[in-house]
């Protein structure tokens, strides 16, 4: 279905794309510590660059007054499609490590996850103006921030959502780059918390009928395992398999005091888009169900992490990437999973909007040795880039 694209305007993308240029863009935003709810001062930024670019720059709230996102509408005023660029512009809550560039790679809090990203959008974004390349619709460019979790709730993409700043397809450039993301699963973490009435007592000096919450919560445990294996039947092509993970149980002080609190945390994961609300409404079933035979008190938290998704392989978007994939690969990226859960989950698996993740090969996401090639960084700007000139036109 890869149509290809003129092998002088691939050329020309191509040779456009400044590696300097999206080198400072990058060190420019890592240089600013962006953690999740503390992103106001790169957006600032990343605003700054966007208007000395000559960009007209928009600042919508959404939702997040600490941080207001940052906006582009690079627009040829010609009928056509809209292709969003997002990305998160804050970063998880470790030690910050400032920018550096050796051996031709980009380090530094965010160089993978994904501030690398971002400036290759925004170096996309230089090309297609320059080049004066894109044949029709727009390009829009939405930064943001509380992303990452459990700090952020991704308000602000909800925010887009409502408020009308998406487009027909989304780009996002997590570090994904050896498959193109066709499905995801839909997450949530589960926390919950048997208890019973009374102190902690001695094993010895229990009451008869007292509720033993060890027990229960062992019992819950065995009782979720049966879930997984009834569920695991439920599959989708790429995103996998419904499933049930318990990760951790505490309970007890010590060996011989009945407890008054056992604590059980892990995920549900599941393959149709749009369940998580019937997911959720099984999940506490199981445990009202389990606190009626025991009277024990039986509470659960949920965090929606993300809904699944899966993106029809006929989307015009799919075609478009495999056509500028193909232009600076070589060949067609193989059709796969989405491992992790991330905004692209909230555009497309609620809000309806084919959304690909690609990103640079890029290493060290959530941990102090993050890792961008600067070669990947300049690889996904020209994908990028005939991404939407494939796309946009309509
Ligand atoms: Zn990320």
């Known amino acids: 279905m890869t149509t290809s694209l003129p092998s002088a305007l691939v050329e020309k993308i191509r040779q456009s794309v400044n ?178 009435e009374g102190e902690p007592v001695h094993e010895v000096l229990r009451p008869a009928n007292l509720p033993d919450v060890v027990k229960i919560g062992a019992e819950l445990v065995t009782r979720l395992h049966k879930l997984h294996d009834q569920i695991k039947s439920n599959s989708a092509p790429f995103a996998g398999h419904d499933s049930v993970f318990v990760g951790s149980i505490q309970a007890g002080e010590i060996y011989n005091q009945a407890a008054t609190l056992c604590t059980i945390k892990g995920t549900r994961r599941w393959v149709t888009p749009g369940s998580a609300a019937d997911v959720r409404a099984e999940f506490e079933e199981l445990l009202n169900q389990l606190a009626r035979e025991t009277g024990a008190q039986i509470a659960v938290d949920f965090e929606l992490q993300g809904e699944a998704f899966h993106v029809e392989p006929g989307n015009a978007i799919v075609g478009a990437f495999q056509t500028a994939y193909t232009a600076v690969t070589g060949a067609e990226l193989p059709m796969g999973n989405k491992p992790f859960v991330d905004d692209g989950n909230t555009y497309c698996g609620i809000a309806g909007i084919p959304s690909l993740t690609h990103g640079p090969a890029a290493t060290g996401a959530h941990t102090l040795y993050e890792a961008a090639p600067i070669a990947e960084l300049v690889r996904v700007a020209q994908v990028y880039a005939l991404t939407a000139i494939g796309y946009c036109a309509g």
């Open 19 to 196: 590696p300097q240029r999206l080198v400072d863009t990058a060190v420019a935003l890592i240089e600013i510590p962006s953690p999740t709810r503390s992103a106001g001062d790169v957006a600032n930024k990343l605003a700054e660059i966007l208007t000395q670019d000559g960009f007209t720059v928009e600042r919508p709230v959404a939702d997040w007054p600490e941080a207001p996102a940052v906006v582009v509408r690079f627009d040829t005023g010609k009928p056509g499609r809209i292709l969003q660029f997002d990305g998160h512009l804050d970063t998880v809550h470790l030690t910050f490590v400032p920018p550096r560039v050796e051996n031709e790679t980009l380090y530094g809090s965010g160089a993978s996850d994904m501030k690398g990203g971002i400036a290759a959008f925004v170096e996309a974004l230089r090309v297609l103006r320059d080049t004066d390349s894109l044949p029709g619709g727009s390009v829009l460019l939405t930064a943001h921030d509380h992303h990452e979790g459990p700090w952020g709730d991704r308000r602000q993409v909800h925010a887009f959502i409502r408020e009308g700043y998406t487009g027909n397809a989304v780009l996002l450039p997590e570090y994904l780059a050896d498959r193109l993301p066709m499905a995801g699963r839909g997450m949530m973490i589960f926390e919950v918390r048997i208890t019973r």
